[in-house]
Every structure is written in structure tokens, then in C-alpha cells.
């Protein structure tokens, strides 16, 4: 199976609008984030979607992705579903309901935000989805399964995914011993890293991911969802323990 990095960033993405620090001003690629979403293919060449934010239209066209099978979704926050209705094209061309796999509140937010994919008569052009209530347990589909990771983020609770040794989680800031028992001893651990200083009321910062890491012991780990106040990927990656990355948009990992 295979993993790629569509956007790495915050809600704010990176470079911020109107800001002039040195990461915003980067001219690295690297530095340069859209929202967060991973694109995971599996072993028969399906396409598993995480998160659909406002840059999905971008994040499908730069890296030259044609087709997603399911969706998988963290949490209600904009820029992790806005992006849905941007599905259109792949809709039309599949001529079927895009599947999507949330929690049952989440599922009622999109209906509140999409509420012409889901009339009794839609509009011709209107987007189509096919939704899943999931609960905090393993489930199948497409031959693969996965099992969702229970997390808080800030008075929420978030979905991250686990398929095989590889666990994704985005939008923490805490997790439960019960939930770290699934984290444990992994191959692949991706988490939510806001920034280097200053605890968020809602995100993991740096010290709280070195942490996790000594704890769960991952072979290694690599921080998404990450703004501009982390600093410069080329410095602050090399400054990290060995065992821990910065992701950047476009990274792919086989797992």
C-alpha cells in the first residue's frame, strides 16, 4: 500500500494570507502547505481519500490523481469537508454515489452544509455521496480493513485511521491510554504538529509529539498539519530526534 501527503498543512494553510515571516516568504516547496489530506492506494490500486478540504480540487490535479474509491472523514471542521462538493467530476464520470465513512455527527454536519447532494430531487449537477455512519471500531471495505483511532480535539472527538502498521492522525491534542494501545510498536506513525512553542488548547505542539514518540515507539513517525510558527522544513527537520520527519505536500511513503 502506498500513502501520499495532498496537503500538510493548518486551516490556515502555508503561506499564510498577508503574512511576511520567513516560512510564509519561502521560496522551498516544502514550506509551501495546503490543507491536510493524505491520498492512501491500496494493494488493488483503490483510491482511499482522507479528509476533503478546500484545496482537494488543486491537491487531485497537481498530483495527477484521477479517481477516489471511498472517503474517509477525521471530523466536521471546514477545512477537512468543504472540498466535498468539488467531487463533482469524479462523480459524474463514475456515475456513482462517492462513498463516505464518518461519525454520525459528522454525517449530519455534511448534510447541513451539503444539503443539495442530499435532496430527494438534486439539482442535475449536484454531487452525490453515499454515507456510513461508523463507530469506534475495525471495519472492511475494499479489501482492506481499517480501524478508526478515537482522539479529542479540544471538546471533540476525531477519527484518525489505522490500516495495517501505519496509523493517521490529525486535528489531537490528546489521546487516551486505550486509544495509544492501538498506536503502539507501529511502523508509520503520522501526527498533528501545530508548532514548535506555546501549548494549543487544541493540537499537539513539537514537545507533546517527542513525547508520544518515546512513548509509543514508532519506527518512525512524521508530523502533518503544521503552520507556520514550526519554522523552515530544511532547518527544523534536521534538528529533529533521528526517527522523526516533517511531511511536506507530495511525500509518499510505502507501507
Do not use: W
Not at 56 to 78: G, S
Not at 149 to 163: A, D, L, S
Amino acid at each position: 500500500m502506498k500513502l501520499k501527503f495532498l496537503g500538510t498543512g493548518t486551516s490556515q494553510g502555508v503561506p499564510v494570507i498577508g503574512c511576511t515571516c520567513e516560512v510564509c516568504t519561502s521560496e522551498n516547496p516544502k514550506d509551501k502547505r495546503l490543507r491536510s489530506s493524505v491520498m492512501i492506494t491500496t494493494e488493488e490500486n483503490k483510491k482511499i481519500l482522507i479528509d476533503c478540504g478546500p484545496d482537494f480540487r488543486q491537491q487531485m490535479l497537481t498530483n495527477h490523481e484521477h479517481n477516489v474509491d471511498i472517503a474517509l472523514i477525521t471530523h466536521e471542521h471546514n477545512d477537512h469537508v468543504i472540498g466535498l462538493d468539488d467531487m463533482r467530476p469524479l462523480i459524474f464520470k463514475s456515475g456513482k454515489d462517492v462513498p463516505l465513512y464518518c461519525y454520525s455527527r459528522v454525517a449530519h454536519e455534511i448534510k447541513n452544509r451539503f444539503p443539495y447532494a442530499f435532496a430527494d430531487v438534486r439539482y442535475p449537477g449536484a454531487p452525490a455521496f453515499e454515507l456510513h455512519e461508523i463507530e469506534n471500531k475495525p471495519f472492511q471495505v475494499l479489501d482492506t480493513e481499517i480501524t478508526p483511532v478515537e482522539v479529542i480535539h479540544y471538546k471533540i472527538t476525531v477519527f484518525g485511521y489505522k490500516f495495517k502498521k501505519l496509523a493517521y492522525i490529525t486535528d489531537a491534542g490528546f489521546i487516551s491510554e486505550t486509544e495509544k494501545e492501538k498506536l503502539k510498536n507501529l511502523d508509520v506513525l503520522i501526527l498533528n504538529c501545530i508548532r514548535k512553542f506555546d501549548p494549543h488548547p487544541a493540537h499537539f505542539i513539537l514537545p507533546d509529539v517527542i513525547k508520544l514518540f518515546e512513548e509509543l515507539k514508532p519506527k518512525k513517525l512524521f508530523l502533518t498539519h503544521i503552520s507556520h510558527h514550526l519554522g523552515l522544513h530544511d532547518i527544523e527537520d534536521k534538528q529533529l530526534p533521528p526517527g522523526i520527519h516533517l511531511a511536506y505536500d507530495g511525500l509518499e511513503l510505502n507501507f
